[in-house]
């Protein structure tokens, strides 16, 4: 069975500095998909970032960049110059890349940013 | 667009009481899927509704079941609540089966199980 790991229940950042979310997962899948979601305090999970398992190149959404590592099962997020909007839970997630999605969660880590 | 929308957003129920939230889409999509997260956990895979039917489930009792209606909307059904069952109910929509979609997630249902 398929699993992802967050190892940081909690961080914190300075505003405008750059902070590394670390998540590490299981499978025995080649080809898989991988996201960063963020849900704030209104509970509504929104997509940071997404990384399909065939593609080398990291993904990057304007602020937001992945450290993906194949071999290692490991795809960290990095946040840089960090706002007061960015603090909330952070989710890694999986899904097979077959079929229906069905994402499989870490158990998250709360980012507090500091002003 | 309205998004994903659940209703309610708050319950308090009894234990051994039944329970049946509400989900609507985002406007084009034909996929549903719910998940449970406990407090302070990540969401876990419940099932995921697909043109009517359950296409896949999780490791869920039959207490817990669904249904998917024709304009995509979906319920979730829970039997014989247990205390354990008081949890965030989030349900996440998808404009088709592919497992690289992004899943639109509602604001969820705080269940109490009391």
């Known amino acids: 069975a398929q699993t992802v790991t967050q190892s940081q229940p909690e961080m914190s950042v300075q505003e405008a500095e750059t902070v590394t979310l670390s998540c590490t997962y299981d499978t025995s899948e080649s080809d898989y998909y991988l996201f960063w979601y963020k849900q704030p305090p209104s509970r509504q999970m929104i997509l940071v970032i997404r990384q399909e398992a065939y593609k080398q190149q990291n993904a990057t959404e304007n602020r937001f960049s992945v450290n993906f590592q194949k071999a290692a099962k490991s795809f960290s997020l990095k946040i840089s110059d960090s706002q007061l909007g960015d603090a909330a839970m952070y989710f890694c997630a999986y899904s097979i890349i077959q079929g229906a999605q069905k994402l499989v969660f870490g158990q998250g880590t709360r980012l507090t940013i500091n002003p | 667009d309205a998004g994903v929308t659940q209703s309610p957003t708050h319950l308090i129920k009894t234990r051994g009481q039944q329970v049946t939230l509400r989900c609507s889409p985002k406007s084009g999509h034909d996929t549903v899927s719910w998940y449970q997260q406990a407090l302070g956990q990540g969401p876990q895979f419940i099932f995921q509704?697909?043109?009517?039917?359950?296409?896949q489930r999780g490791n869920f009792p039959d207490r817990f079941s669904g249904h998917q209606f024709p304009n995509y909307s979906s319920e979730l059904n829970v039997n014989a609540l247990l205390l354990g069952d008081s949890a965030l109910y989030l349900c996440a929509s998808s404009g088709r089966q592919g497992a690289g979609t992004e899943a639109f997630f509602g604001q969820g249902t705080r269940l109490t199980v009391v």
């Open positions: 509704y697909y043109e009517e039917e359950e296409r």
